[in-house]
């Protein structure tokens, strides 16, 4: 084998990159940096293209090659600074360092305001079962199972008040996740009039469903958005018309029904999509909002400062400490489980993730479920409760913020109720927020 000797790199020609090497004809710059002629800074982690480009390619190579953001859906936030202010460190701490007496006052005045509120009934048993969907079932897998049950049932709901079986409807998915709640609605539309579908979620994820819609006559949007920045009243399908001919031609009311779902939508994320729908519906007296089914969780995490209703607390005897001991109280519903779904630290919520639940990473998780597994003795805990004393009082503390949220639909005219969805042994988040047009 003969060794020659390397050749020299040529002087650029016009037009040619000057990264250009005859033996390998690696580009070492980024795109945006390829100025012909001018030296550069090189940079190895960038991964170049295998041929150099000719001065009439030069552009749609740096196109390609993208260097600036993809644009973002126009929105306009409807909160403001003062919502998301942090809550006084002096009421955290009075709520974290509750005593047992006082446990004990708070504890009666949450049991009185849940019997005043359901009348010493729980919220609807509702468990159903879908058929166009029940095909879908992996009974190999066990998380499979889980939620299968769990969508079919809220879809069997749905169903039950007439929202899927509206014509040309568009279905709002928020905290959307991977979208498998979306394709299972998708499946049980198939074979109707196609629909659209918004789905909103503030992270990408691997593995979505999106890629199935494709092959269906419904469209499917995505937004990489938060739901805080989300105004529903920019959202095109609010402003595309389905009219009969036998409307008026000078009829413009917006007649397409929109439903918006979701299942396992986390704190604060809940709230935020109540409001924001809530704020179109208030301005919009034509509104085509048909219905609204939302599956709430991880209540430790709403924020008094986005809960719709807070007159609705201060006439239930809840002070702004109360309202912080009611969400610390509330993970208690998870008690002996330490779990909080891990999608809401990243996402809006669940939405069929699950991978992995994990103890929630709270600053008050002393007094909260996220230890409660580690007590051997029901005595250790400090309240002195025990665990299905604990469970039951984060069940009527959950249910309170989520009857808050009913009112708040009602004062906008919508029909509203809680029901419980699925059995607890399939998730203790086993209830859901439905609300639909009288």
């Given at each position: 084998m003969t060794n020659k000797p390397p050749k020299k790199r040529p002087d650029p020609t016009p037009g040619q990159c000057h990264r250009f090497l005859i033996n390998k004809p690696h580009i070492k710059t980024q795109a945006s940096s390829h100025a012909l002629g001018i030296a550069t800074a090189v940079s190895p982690s960038c991964h170049p293209p295998l041929t150099a480009p000719s001065t009439t390619h030069l552009a749609s190579h740096a196109h390609t090659i993208r260097t600036t953001p993809s644009p973002k859906a126009a929105s306009i936030s409807i909160s403001t600074a003062d919502d998301y202010v942090t809550p006084n460190p002096a009421v955290r701490a009075a709520s974290r360092d509750m005593t047992s007496?006082?446990?004990?006052?708070?504890?009666?005045?949450?049991?009185?305001?849940?019997?005043?509120?359901?009348?010493?009934?729980?919220?609807?048993?509702?468990?159903?079962?879908?058929?166009?969907?029940?095909?879908?079932?992996?009974?190999?897998?066990?998380?499979?199972?889980?939620?299968?049950?769990?969508?079919?049932?809220?879809?069997?709901?749905m169903h039950k008040l007439g929202l899927l079986q509206q014509p040309a409807s568009t279905f709002i998915g928020l905290g959307a996740g991977t979208g498998e709640f979306?394709?299972?609605?998708?499946?049980?539309?198939?074979?109707?009039?196609?629909?659209?579908?918004?789905?909103?979620?503030?992270?990408?994820?691997?593995?979505?469903?999106?890629?199935?819609?494709?092959?269906?006559?419904?469209?499917?949007?995505?937004?990489?958005?938060?739901?805080?920045?989300?105004?529903?009243?920019?959202?095109?399908?609010?402003?595309?018309?389905?009219?009969?001919?036998s409307d008026a031609p000078n009829d413009n009311r917006p007649t397409k029904p929109v439903i918006a779902y979701s299942k396992h939508l986390c704190g604060i994320a809940t709230d935020l999509s109540l409001r924001g729908l809530m704020s179109y519906v208030a301005t919009t007296p034509d509104h085509n909002l048909a219905g609204i089914m939302i599956a709430s969780c991880c209540h430790q995490l709403v924020q008094p400062h986005t809960f719709p209703l807070p007159e609705y607390l201060d006439d239930l005897g809840f002070s702004g400490c109360d309202f912080e001991r009611l969400r610390i109280v509330s993970a208690w519903r998870m008690s002996?489980?330490?779990?909080?779904?891990?999608?809401?630290?990243?996402?809006?919520?669940?939405?069929?993730?699950?991978?992995?639940?994990?103890?929630?990473?709270?600053?008050?998780?002393?007094?909260?479920?996220?230890?409660?597994?580690?007590?051997?003795?029901?005595?250790?805990?400090?309240?002195?409760?025990?665990?299905?004393?604990?469970?039951?009082?984060?069940?009527?503390?959950?249910?309170?913020?989520?009857?808050?949220?009913?009112?708040?639909?009602?004062q906008h005219g919508f029909k509203a109720k809680l029901i419980e969805y699925i059995d607890a042994s399939s998730t203790p988040e086993n209830v859901a927020i439905v609300a639909w047009k009288p």
């Open positions: 007496d006082e446990l004990s006052t708070f504890a009666r005045k949450v049991q009185t305001a849940y019997e005043s509120l359901f009348k010493g009934q729980d919220p609807e048993v509702s468990i159903m079962d879908y058929e166009p969907v029940k095909f879908m079932l992996n009974e190999e897998s066990k998380w499979g199972r889980k939620h299968h049950k769990q969508i079919v049932s809220l879809l069997g709901n979306s394709y299972y609605l998708l499946k049980s539309l198939f074979a109707s009039t196609p629909a659209s579908f918004v789905l909103v979620d503030r992270q990408s994820l691997k593995y979505a469903t999106d890629k199935y819609f494709k092959f269906t006559a419904s469209d499917m949007t995505r937004l990489k958005m938060d739901l805080k920045d989300l105004n529903f009243a920019n959202l095109d399908v609010f402003h595309h018309p389905s009219r009969p001919a002996g489980t330490g779990k909080v779904s891990s999608s809401c630290v990243k996402g809006h919520g669940d939405n069929d993730i699950d991978s992995g639940q994990q103890t929630a990473n709270l600053e008050d998780e002393q007094h909260t479920g996220g230890l409660d597994q580690d007590c051997v003795l029901v005595d250790e805990h400090w309240s002195g409760m025990n665990l299905k004393e604990r469970e039951r009082l984060g069940y009527q503390a959950k249910r309170i913020i989520d009857m808050g949220r009913v009112k708040y639909l009602e």
